[in-house]
């Protein structure tokens, strides 16, 4: 079984910054995409960011760029996603996926198949 783990979620306000850690012990991490996708209460799941196979593919959801990295440790098998000025309207659970695929394609939630139990992000003041 794929083990997938998030942690790095937490409470913070306006403007703070989260990295979020996606960990996968038994996948060779940079032989396919990853991404992330969040959902907030009442609304489904968004792809928030995604890294390829090939590092120089990165896409962002148009709410987040510029806000938003996200990188790759090949040896560690980590993935990360790196959050500053966050805003309320980023809260959600946050979830890392696997997909079988090396692109990203267009963050669909359908291409990816290994997912996490997600980490919860609150921005409050």
């Known amino acids: 079984q794929v083990q997938v783990v998030e942690s790095g979620g937490g409470l913070v306000q306006p403007g703070g910054s989260l990295r979020l850690s996606c960990a996968t012990p038994r996948i060779l991490l940079h032989a396919y995409a990853t991404a992330w996708f969040r959902q907030a209460p009442g609304k489904g799941r968004e792809g928030v960011s995604c890294?390829?196979?090939?590092?120089?593919?990165?896409l962002y959801t148009d709410s987040v760029k510029g806000r938003f990295t996200i990188s790759r440790d090949n040896a560690l098998r980590t993935v990360y996603l790196q959050m500053n000025n966050l805003k309320p309207e980023d809260t959600a659970i946050y979830y890392c996926?696997?997909?079988?695929?090396?692109?990203?394609?267009?963050?669909?939630?359908?291409?990816?198949?290994?997912w996490g139990q997600g980490t919860q992000v609150t921005v409050s003041s």
């Open positions: 996926a696997i997909s079988e695929r090396e692109s990203c394609g267009s963050i669909w939630a359908g291409d990816f198949h290994h």
């Open positions: 890294i390829a196979s090939r590092e120089s593919e990165r």
